[in-house]
């Protein structure tokens, strides 16, 4: 086993006087680039926050800094996903839940739209097929328009 | 048996739906510390994963491991990933017994050689030609030698296969020894604990599954994604560690504060592990949340490494001014009010208008 005094402390900035500390500051210039590079090439990107040694409070302060913008998206999906977006257009908070409430995942995506609120082409497929199926049964047979195809 | 049939439609059968499966892909790509844009791939790649064969060997072992595994109450990321697998040979799951199960054992074996996931549980003795623990008559040397040669991928798990762990504790009188010693010549993934996490051990298979390859490992043969940091990196408790401030009992004051528990023998420091980040119980708490100190389970002959309540050296003394204090929401504020100042004023700026004499003061800050 290596000694105690082996073991790195981790430099830590002293935070600005408006109260940010280095970690927050680091997250909001992340997320200045990021955002750039959407606009200028249109690549999304993303920042996870589940491995980001934060200290106490600095989740809620970024969270905080970042406000809430004008879209909320709740998603019933084996336990509860929250899209929303912040103050920032195209900076999106994403967190994902288990059915116990549990915390599975949570990210800062930086995007037009998280792909998780994204229909995927081949349920809407699914979907046209088993509404037409449906119709013919109700209708015997006659669904108009195509085979859905 | 292992079918054809793709892990998605399987899914789909059992009514989880392909955003749900996204879902669970996401916490899986940040579980491996991929970037969440991997998400979609991973969904991509394990959707045309086909069912594999897992042979699961218990050998000197508590059962605990299978139990850290099977204890998920809601559809986590581990019962699907565990609940698509064909297990085809486990001596706690399956209902076949004796020669029927070893039949089974054996018949997967062929059916799926060189491409069954392998998992080993429980060390091997080897005292006198391994006597001590048999299965069907066969000792656990040969029935490990005998079903690694056709595996594709070997898993240790718990700290009984990766280092040989409780059995292994001096005296040592079953000549306990860790898969490792025993297969050599093979890349042996170890995911040690006692028992390890659940989701680490579905991470690795899910890893396995999705690359077709292993996940990078330490020179302890331990998956670098889940044992590359220390749980000290990664304890809420580190602040009070790095303030000096301990609970030297463990009902003083320090230990009602909730302040580190390094003078109390905590192994954090020299453990690498998950438990502070993915924690135990659907998420619930870790030995240190529950004001225990970490015994470094996962770390090879924990049990003969000294007294679980004896600190390990002298924690050192000048190490506040590296320390930020605790930020509470209130400080940020300010910060939020400037930056939607700031907002507005480039929106207002875009279309032209005139400022208020607030949105300019506000910018500037
Ligand atoms: S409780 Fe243990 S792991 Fe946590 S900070 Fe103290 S010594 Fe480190």
Known sequence: MSSLQDIAVPGITVPPSDGLSGNV????HEIASLLTALAEEGAPGSIDLRGLPLLPGEREVLKTVLGDGEVVAVIDALGETRVTETRLAGVWWVRHADPAGETIAEFIEVTPCPAILKSDPRDMREAGVALREQLAEWTGGATGGDDGR | MADEADL???????????RSFLKYCAGLASLLALPPAMAPRIAEALERARRPAVIWLSFQECTACTESLTRSFSPTLENLI???????????????????????????????????????????????GGVYSTIAGISNLDMLRETAAGAAAI????????????????????????????LADRTIVNVPGCPPIPVVISGVIAHVLTFGRVPELDDLGRPTVFYGQTIHDRCYRRPFYDRNLFAEQFDDEGARNGWCLYKLGCKGPTTRNACAT??????????????????????????????FYQALT???????????????????????????????????????????ADDVKGGEG
């Open chain 2, 278 to 307: 993915e924690k135990w119980n659907q998420g619930t708490s870790f030995p240190i949340q529950s004001g225990h100190p970490c015994l470094g389970c996962s770390e090879p002959d924990f049990w003969d490494a000294g007294s």
């Open chain 1, 25 to 28: 500051l680091a997250l909001l």
């Open chain 2, 155 to 182: 898993v240790s798990v718990g700290t009984c296969a990766a280092y040989g762990g409780l059995p292994h504790a001096r005296p040592n009188p079953t000549g306990a020894v860790p898969v490792s010693e025993i």
């Open chain 2, 8 to 18: 998605l439609e399987r899914l789909r059968q059992q009514g989880i739906s392909r």
């Open chain 2, 82 to 128: 565990f609940n698509v697998l064909s297990l085809d040979y486990h001596h706690t799951l399956q209902a076949a017994a004796g020669r029927h199960a070893e039949d089974a054992r054996r018949q997967s074996m062929e059916a799926n050689r060189g491409k069954y996931i392998l998992v080993v549980e429980g060390s091997i003795p080897v005292a006198e």
């Open chain 2, 314 to 356: 002298a924690p050192p003394v000048d190490v506040a001014k590296w320390v930020v204090p605790a930020i509470g929401v209130g400080v940020a504020a300010g910060a939020a009010a400037g930056l939607a100042n700031r907002l507005r004023k480039a929106r207002a700026e875009r279309r032209r208008q005139p400022l208020a």
